[in-house]
């Protein structure tokens, strides 16, 4: 069983540059969610998703899509770059909107 | 909206007894968590309030009251480990909200031996 997994770990981008965090997770949770951590600020919700096919933005969705296909996969697409979303990446994954489990997180710089 | 205050740093020191505070202004509530975060790691949850009192889980035990919108985090028998940020969090109630995870800002812990 490995959770909830992210990737990459690591990744560096220019302004402007488009990309998709990857996330993953096996434990059949229906509740998948996406977060963004900056010192200071906590963590922030983006797109949160309750099921394949149906996804809602959260609090700083600007900038950013989801899409929910299958019930193990919920991609993080950043349309166009900014340095404003240099930040650490959560995905979270849940069963009935209880306890959260979270993967290891991706780094995003960009410059 | 949502609002979820907690003290930015906390110290103590080892074999200590700490509480966290937490309050929260939610439209809709559907339950109070608290995760542990290490430096540069993930969160991890430690406990779940739904009702009124207290939630006991060995070293640490959680109270909730929601009259108040409030809860605290009990950590006892502090240890080195126990250094870590500690993040109050609200579930939304309801319809396509549930599920949905409010945070506050974190309590940074600091253990000193």
């Known amino acids: 069983n490995a959770g909830v997994t992210q990737t990459p770990k690591f990744q560096v981008l220019k302004t402007g540059q488009s990309m998709t965090l990857q996330c993953a997770q096996d434990?059949?949770?229906?509740?998948m969610s996406w977060y963004r951590q900056d010192p200071g600020m906590g963590l922030r919700l983006i797109h949160y998703?309750?099921?394949?096919?149906?996804?809602d933005q959260g609090e700083v969705p600007n900038g950013y899509n989801v899409s929910r296909s299958t019930t193990e996969d919920f991609p993080l697409r950043l349309l166009s770059a900014a340095p404003s979303q240099t930040s650490v990446y959560f995905c979270?994954?849940?069963?009935?909107?209880?306890?959260?489990?979270f993967g290891p997180g991706t780094r995003l710089t960009v410059t | 909206g949502q609002n979820i205050d907690q003290p930015t740093e906390m110290t103590a020191t080892e074999g200590a007894i700490v509480q966290i505070n937490c309050t929260y202004q939610?439209?809709?509530?559907?339950?109070l968590f608290w995760y542990q975060q290490h430096a540069g790691e993930a969160p991890t949850f430690l406990s779940y309030?739904?009702?009124?009192g207290l939630e006991e889980k060995g070293r640490f035990s959680s109270f909730l009251s929601r009259s108040k919108g409030y809860s605290y985090l009990l950590l006892k028998e502090l240890q080195m480990k126990d250094s870590a940020s500690y993040l109050c969090?609200?579930?939304?109630?309801?319809?396509?909200?549930?599920?949905?995870?409010?945070f506050g800002r974190g309590t940074q812990l600091t253990v000193w031996p």
């Open positions: 979270a994954s849940s069963s009935q909107g209880f306890e959260q489990y």
């Open positions: 434990m059949n949770h229906e509740y």
């Open positions: 998703s309750v099921g394949a096919g149906i996804t």
């Open positions: 939610t439209s809709g509530f559907n339950g």
């Open positions: 309030n739904v009702l009124d």
């Open positions: 969090a609200v579930s939304a109630a309801g319809g396509s909200t549930l599920g949905r995870l409010y």
